[in-house]
């Protein structure tokens, strides 16, 4: 039992379990996705692997694979491989570090930056195909609750 569960909310999860939040948000997480897998190559090119990571890049550039890894929610081999496939396609750069020499940074190429505003279109296609049935505020609400409940989830100290 984690030290945040009492006994009593513990029982009520085990008696229904499709009603917990885990439960629910994985859910979600697979009925999302199951779309975005053929949205994403369809409208980029990209597998949906692909296009997260370069929207990871676009948006936070110039980042390491580290901090790719740790934006994009991979592990550091996910990411590197991420990053490779991206560098292949020339959709990404890949730069010795100038304060490091044994790591590097990416940022987008001039092709990866087309690529990157039509994935972000899609993003916000999907993200308002999801969020649709609620209304401004519910949205509002629901946004605010999901920030609280990953800093409360997020261990003491870390930023992202």
Not at 11 to 28: C, G, P, Q, S, V
Not at 131 to 156: M, V, W
Request: hydrophobic letters at 40%; proline letters at 4%; charged letters at 20%.
């Amino acid at each position: 039992m984690s030290p945040r569960a009492t006994p009593a909310t513990a029982a009520k999860a085990t008696d229904a379990l499709d009603r917990t939040l885990t439960y629910r948000l994985h859910l979600l997480h697979k009925l999302t996705d199951a779309d975005s897998q053929g949205a994403y190559p369809e409208h980029t090119g990209l597998s949906l692997s692909d296009g997260r990571c370069l929207a990871t890049i676009g948006n936070f550039e110039p980042l390491s694979v580290k901090d790719l890894a740790a934006q994009a929610n991979l592990n550091k081999g996910q990411a590197s491989r991420a990053a490779q496939a991206l560098v292949d396609q020339g959709l990404v750069c890949k730069e010795d570090r100038p304060d490091d020499g044994r790591g590097v940074v990416l940022s987008l190429t001039p092709a990866g930056r087309k690529l990157f505003k039509r994935t972000m279109q899609l993003i916000a296609q999907r993200n308002n195909d999801i969020f649709g049935c609620l209304n401004a505020k519910e949205q509002a609400t629901l946004s605010g609750l999901f920030d609280r409940l990953i800093a409360h989830a997020r261990p003491q100290g870390q930023a992202n």
